[in-house]
């Protein structure tokens, strides 16, 4: 056992004390936080309960742009975007377009949140939203983190954001799904072990074991904090923050809670591994047991009978016992070449002449079972006198006086040596090796998945300090101790999904309306565990958070939306590079749709981004794939359209940017090997690329 991991907790614990000069918080802020904070159990206006909220009203007839205008064009385009991460589909644009009902809006975001995309847009919100990567910084792309399994986290994310109506579920199962019951009783919850898979890709590990564990509990409290509270805990590591109601002390106790689980053990060269979960019932596991057992028994029959026909073989290679001896010396004595070579042009196998010099003591120290023989004594004089005759005659005694037993370097049970065998002993064998092999071919499989474990890593001492919940959260005079301290993930998703259920739900709400382009609060920082005093834009945050805990996600989105429509002017959202990608692929209608499943990590891959591998830094599109999806459009423009070049105008015009082409647009003449040029200006526009 090693006191490293207490150590290294414990100096973040000491480290605490006045804040320093670098610390990077605004004077207005630490002003604003130096204000006399909450008194003991008052809480804070973000736990206070979420309004009733009535059925949803129908939008507004005014907050609806009329037919055929570029407000409603442009409205069509972001909501559809936000939405699916998508462009609008050229009969689903024509009919928005064109409808002169009040209720088309709420017909286009039923239409939109009904669909699978909507569930992914809303998992890529989240996962960057958390840091979520498919490997770590500076990892090379065939490393993954955990190696090549992090998907599963994506895949039942974007499956709970389908179902789940509530986001204190989401938050209970990612901090601690394992604990959930699984289907059988005493079975586990494979969907609860991949939702905690989340907590796998904290950090990356390093060849040190201590250390490996160590930087993953500070680094997944850090994660855990940001996500789920709200809070930065990079100052607090160090020293008290003024601008942080959070002592440092007290965020070791949230580091002390990761510290009592963990997800690595020592690997058999003594480095971190993976810790490795089965998620196969009692049941199958029972039935695996009685499988493995009649497998053992069924090879062991092989190996006994190899063994049997080993002795026998061995036997017969008596006779050559002298050659194989001289051969041995005389490989010895040889400087190059191989010996594979070298017992060929001899006639003899390689692999009895390689046994012979290790029983030769040839090639280091001789086995035991040899310097026991009669003739090992003779052996020695004869290497040491070293002439051609002598080892010939040492030889002569050796094949005099060899018997062949396991230890005879003839004596090779291995498979390699089956084609010596007689026909009959080489069929008796293969009817039991494929006995043996039918066997295993039946074993119930045995799934196992990367999860987290309960209590302090193997082989190290749980730190010190125990895990609290800090007094941030419970409103007492001093943070909460966790007892068992295994508990420490249930405590604060049973707190997430308590009494902290409805900030958690203000804080999706807050995230959700961010992602999807519309700020419902001027300062994030304004939703916090320490803030008494409720900003003005408050009743939109909670009009959000309601529909979110009655209706699931999308009810909150189609509220942000409707608040979006019905109080413009609104801030332009401009494509990242995996959204433009993704938007290129689909007008050129090379959008695999495939959904679920590893990464694909070729730069070529038409998957969506959410299925391409998520790195730290994603790569940005390539000329290469720009002029190549420009060439596409193009060929889909001359299929749809037709040879009239001004028809196929209207064509990419409409499938881009939901409009007939401009005066100018039409003016604009070039022959048919123009039109990928022209397709490649439209996908690089500043009007494809942004959404007012």
Request: glycine share 8%; hydrophobic share 45%.
């Amino acid at each position: 056992m090693t006191r490293l991991f207490s150590m290294l907790l414990g100096a973040l614990v000491t480290a605490g004390g006045a804040p320093g000069d670098e610390c990077p918080a605004s004077p207005a802020l630490r002003e604003a936080h130096a204000r006399p904070r909450l008194a003991p159990g008052e809480r804070p206006w973000a736990m206070a309960a979420l309004p009733a909220r009535p059925s949803p009203a129908p939008v507004p007839a005014a907050a609806l742009p009329v037919p055929h205008s570029e407000a409603r064009r442009h409205l069509l385009r972001r909501l559809t975007f936000v939405l699916s991460g998508l462009p609008p589909r050229e009969d689903d644009a024509g009919a928005f377009l064109a409808d002169p009902s009040p209720r088309a809006l709420d017909t286009v975001l039923g239409r939109l949140l009904a669909d699978s995309t909507a569930a992914q847009r809303l998992a890529e919100v989240w996962l960057r939203a958390t840091g979520h990567a498919d490997r770590w910084p500076d990892a090379p792309a065939a490393a993954g983190a955990p190696p090549g399994e992090a998907w599963r986290y994506r895949d039942w994310l974007v499956s709970s954001l389908r179902s789940s109506p509530d986001p204190s579920r989401l938050a209970r199962l990612t901090l601690a799904g394992d604990s959930a019951a699984g289907s059988e009783p005493g079975a586990p919850n494979p969907s609860g072990l991949t939702a905690t898979m989340w907590h796998l890709t904290a950090a990356p590990p390093t060849t040190d074991y201590e250390e490996t564990v160590v930087r993953w509990a500070g680094r997944q409290a850090e994660r855990t904090a940001q996500a789920f509270l709200g809070l930065d805990l990079s100052c607090a590591s160090c020293h008290d923050h003024p601008a942080l109601p959070l002592p440092t002390i007290e965020a070791a106790g949230l580091v002390s809670i990761f510290a009592h689980s963990h997800a690595y053990v020592r690997g058999p060269d003594g480095t971190p591994t993976f810790n490795r979960v089965s998620t196969a019932t009692p049941t199958t596991r029972k039935k695996r047991a009685g499988a493995l057992a009649a497998i053992a028994a069924a090879e062991a029959v092989v190996d006994g009978m190899r063994h049997e026909f080993a002795l026998l073989t061995a036997a017969e290679f008596l006779p050559q016992t002298a050659e194989y001896v001289r051969a041995a010396w005389a490989w010895h004595q040889a400087t190059q070449g191989s010996r594979a070579a070298f017992a060929a042009s001899r006639g003899l196998l390689e692999a009895p002449l390689e046994h012979w010099g290790a029983a030769l003591g040839l090639g280091g120290d001789p086995p035991a079972h040899s310097m026991s023989t009669p003739w090992w004594a003779g052996w020695v004089h004869a290497r040491a006198e070293g002439t051609p005759a002598a080892i010939a005659a040492a030889a002569r005694v050796i094949q005099d006086s060899h018997t062949t037993d396991k230890h005879s370097p003839f004596f090779n049970p291995s498979p390699a040596m089956d084609a010596f065998f007689t026909l009959d002993q080489q069929t008796r064998l293969a009817r039991q090796a494929e006995k043996a092999a039918a066997l295993r071919r039946r074993l119930p499989d045995d799934p196992q998945i990367p999860a987290l474990a309960e209590g302090a890593p193997p082989g190290l001492e749980p730190p010190a300090l125990p895990p609290q919940l800090p007094t941030l959260l419970t409103r007492g005079a001093r943070p909460m101790e966790i007892i068992p301290p295994a508990a420490g993930r249930r405590a604060l998703a049973t707190w997430l999904e308590g009494e902290g259920a409805t900030f958690f739900t203000r804080l999706a709400a807050l995230r959700l309306a961010e992602g999807l382009g519309h700020s419902l609060l001027p300062e994030p920082s304004g939703l916090g565990l320490w803030a008494s005093a409720r900003p003005a834009e408050a009743a939109a945050l909670d009009a959000v958070a309601a529909r979110l805990r009655t209706g699931g996600w999308p009810a909150a989105a189609r509220e942000v939306l409707r608040l979006q429509a019905a109080a413009p002017p609104r801030p332009p959202l401009r494509l990242g590079g995996s959204e433009w990608r993704d938007a290129v692929l689909f007008v050129t209608g090379r959008l695999d749709p495939r959904q679920g499943g590893p990464p694909d990590p070729a730069p070529d891959s038409p998957r969506r981004g959410l299925y391409r591998e998520w790195a730290p830094l994603p790569p940005a599109p390539t000329e290469a794939f720009l002029h190549a999806h420009a060439a596409a459009l193009a060929d889909l423009a001359r299929q749809k359209a037709g040879t009239d070049p001004a028809v196929q105008l209207t064509f990419i015009t409409f499938r881009l940017f939901q409009r007939q082409p401009t005066a100018a647009e039409r003016a604009e003449r070039g022959g048919a090997s123009d039109l990928a040029a022209r397709c490649a200006q439209f996908l690089t526009s500043e009007e494809f690329r942004s959404l007012p």
